[in-house]
């Protein structure tokens, strides 16, 4: 069952290589992908996350080598679109085709802003992905206790959180920007939204109503005035054009194998043309000589990447011992403290100690310096992939050069040259004839194709209409209350936590403040145990699916994870670190039954959602005795020896 009506469905990833394509398909319900570190798990989802309206891409250095531009095949309430975003320029517009990644050329590209900062031809991103999953464009208060608070734009981003369990986010304290007021407020007033509990949502449902209709007559007069224009025209009917583009297309292949004939016949060798063979010769060694430049400046380039990561590395190591020596308070001789995460006692001698021993100013000068040489490294990392790009420029020209003098010397060394060479440029120039039209034709198909398109879109917002009408009238019967919404939320979540299971499952609920989970009557961000909040922050986004595939809420009907074991036990428990960790391990969460668990949970909820749902997993490995269980759900693998499918993500190496 679905209640949701966002429904959102990702088909395909594809990251346009300057070399090569690198692909990622995924299917409905459940999807793994799981391998060694360091081999761009974590970077399908970062740039999944990207090509659906984020501001940022985490830029790893084999992303920043080899990567162009990113493409995501989606489904949108049933509707096949292409998001299409260059990775190094994030405030550039957003194309979207109404196609699939493989027809995206027999369309006409939509472009929108990537945020509200930025408006593209088209509108705004956030606003495109809104309307094609039925989402209310709204605006929420800032501050929701005042009533004369300004209001600010609910986005597809805002929502989008509940939706990614990103790896930072994945057991940490803070889920959700706790610590950020106003994000955080803008956090919760969302989380109203996605299940109709604001004051304000029949009103703003009412108005999104009104601009439905709006724009569905809009669509219908732009449908009228240019198919008007057309039959005036005597534009021809799409039936007349695909036939069309049939028939021209068998001329045309039948016009390439004569051409493929004659080059056959004229293919040969003379001694005529030497002053043709010593430029073919310059060519390869031109050709020889770009390659070796190439590949110097694509190792310079790498290095200059990686010496750029490891200065970013020396300012965070920088930036923390100035953080530790502001904590630290003024004291001589030993400081007694204890461990935020474990509790036991740290002990420093602030004589010993070199971060207490530098002075802040001394260190920031350092921040400074290394912040300077990386400005210097960016510069020399633009000059050197502009200077690939110029190389590949070269050989594609000259590689395009080197074969027409090539083909030029073979066909010219038939001793009878003249009737075949005429014959040649007949059937050419028949080509670039039949070629120009099939190219105009294409075009008509085009147009048609946006015609329809136009047609289609009023159909399905009044669809829309129809769906948001039936909410209104349930919303106008009858508002659900926050009391039985994070009830029932928090019933899924304790039968979760039941199941995995963990120790003392008791006093489970969700805050009606922060609208986060409560365990044992403590709120998350008091959880002492980073498992025990793996666990639950993990559940808590599971329960958020589980209540939105069963009730009418506006939550995209998809869950991405980022390692589910983090701070979990795996398959290894026997090691000597293992068992220290294990005497100090009150939670029993370095059992691997309950990773063991936490899957099995997850391949229920494939067997119960996976028709309308989608979940997608990265993790490092596989619970040991369910790989051959798990299997169907893999959809990469990675691992640096090779079993895997690949060695990563960008496999190049």
């Known amino acids: 069952m679905n209640k949701s009506a966002a429904n959102l469905k990702i088909n395909k990833l594809v990251l346009v290589g300057r070399d090569k394509n690198y692909v990622v398909e995924f299917h409905k319900g459940l999807n793994i992908i799981y391998g060694d570190s360091d081999t761009g798990k974590s970077s399908i989802l970062n740039l999944v996350n990207y090509l659906l309206g984020s501001k940022n891409i985490y830029m ?48 006409f590209p939509l472009e929108f802003g990537p945020d509200y900062k930025k408006t593209g031809p088209n509108g705004f991103f956030s606003d495109f992905l809104l309307e094609s999953l039925n989402i209310p464009l709204i605006e929420v208060k800032q501050a929701p206790t005042k009533a004369d608070s300004k209001t600010i734009r609910l986005s597809f981003r805002d929502i989008f959180k509940f939706c990614y369990l990103n790896q930072d986010d994945v057991g940490n304290r803070d889920m959700l920007d706790r610590k950020n007021f106003s994000v955080f407020t803008k956090n919760k007033e969302t989380f109203k939204f996605i299940h109709n509990l604001l004051d304000t949502q029949i009103l703003q449902m009412e108005k999104e109503l009104s601009e439905k209709r709006r724009k569905k007559n809009e669509l219908l007069a732009e449908y009228k005035i240019i198919s008007t224009f057309l039959r005036d025209a005597k534009f021809e009917t799409e039936d007349s054009i695909n036939h069309k583009i049939e028939q021209i297309s068998l001329e045309l292949k039948f016009v390439e194998r004569e051409i493929s004939k004659i080059n056959t016949t004229l293919l040969s060798d003379t001694e005529k043309f030497e002053d043709l063979r010593e430029d073919i010769l310059l060519l390869e060694q031109q050709i020889s000589e770009t390659h070796v430049g190439k590949s110097i400046k694509e190792t310079q380039l790498e290095q200059n990447v990686r010496l750029r990561k490891e200065y970013k590395k020396d300012i ?19 400081l007694d403290l204890s461990c935020p995460v474990c509790d036991n006692a740290i002990v420093l001698d602030s004589h010993d100690n070199t971060i207490i021993q530098y002075e802040e100013q001394m260190l920031k000068n350092e921040i400074k310096k290394i912040k300077s040489r990386i400005d210097d490294i960016d510069g020399l990392i633009i000059e050197q992939r502009n200077a690939v790009y110029i190389f590949e420029d070269n050989l594609r020209k000259w590689k395009n050069e080197l074969a027409e003098k090539k083909n030029t010397l073979d066909m010219n060394t038939k001793e009878i040259i003249s009737p075949y060479l005429a014959q040649r440029d007949e059937m050419m120039s028949k080509r670039a004839t039949i070629y120009e039209t099939k190219q105009r034709i294409l075009y008509f198909q085009k147009v048609r194709t946006k015609l329809n398109k136009l047609n289609h879109n009023a159909e399905t917002i009044q669809e829309q209409i129809t769906e948001l009408e039936g909410k209104l009238e ?10 039985q919404v ?56 599971i329960s958020l699916l589980k209540y939105g595939a069963n009730n009418n809420t506006y939550l995209p009907s998809i869950l991405m994870i980022d390692t589910l074991a983090k701070y979990l036990g795996t398959n290894d428990t026997s090691s000597n670190a293992d068992i220290i960790r294990e005497i100090f391990d009150d939670e029993g969460l370095k059992d691997p039954k309950k990773y063991v668990n936490l899957y099995k949970y997850l391949v229920s909820l494939h067997e119960n959602l996976s028709d309308t749902h989608q979940i997608i997993v990265v993790d490092n490995q596989l619970p040991r005795g369910l790989e051959v269980t798990l299997k169907q759900f893999v959809v990469k693998h990675f691992s640096v020896d090779g079993i895997g499918d690949s060695k990563g993500l960008i496999d190049n190496a």
């Not at 965070?316 to 030993?334: Q, T, V």
């Not at 349930?474 to 009391?483: A, D, R, S, W, Y």
């Open 474 to 483: 349930g919303l106008k019967n009858g508002t659900p209350e926050i009391e």
């Open 486 to 541: 994070i009830g029932d939320i928090a019933d899924i979540l304790s039968d979760y936590l039941q199941i995995i299971p963990i120790r003392n499952a008791h006093g489970i609920s969700i805050n009606k403040n922060s609208l986060l989970p409560v365990v044992r009557n403590k709120d998350y961000h008091n959880l002492t145990s980073g498992g025990l909040r793996t666990i639950v922050s993990i559940g808590y986004f």
């Open 316 to 334: 965070d190591k920088l930036k923390a011992a100035i953080e530790i020596k502001e904590a630290l308070p003024e004291h001589d001789g030993e």
């Open 60 to 107: 790893y250095e084999e992303l920043e080598i080899h990567g162009k531009e990113a493409l995501l095949e989606v489904l949108l309430n049933g509707e096949l679109f292409t998001i299409k975003r260059d990775i190094f320029n994030p405030n550039d517009f957003i194309e979207v085709y109404p196609s699939s990644i493989e027809d995206m050329e027999g369309t």
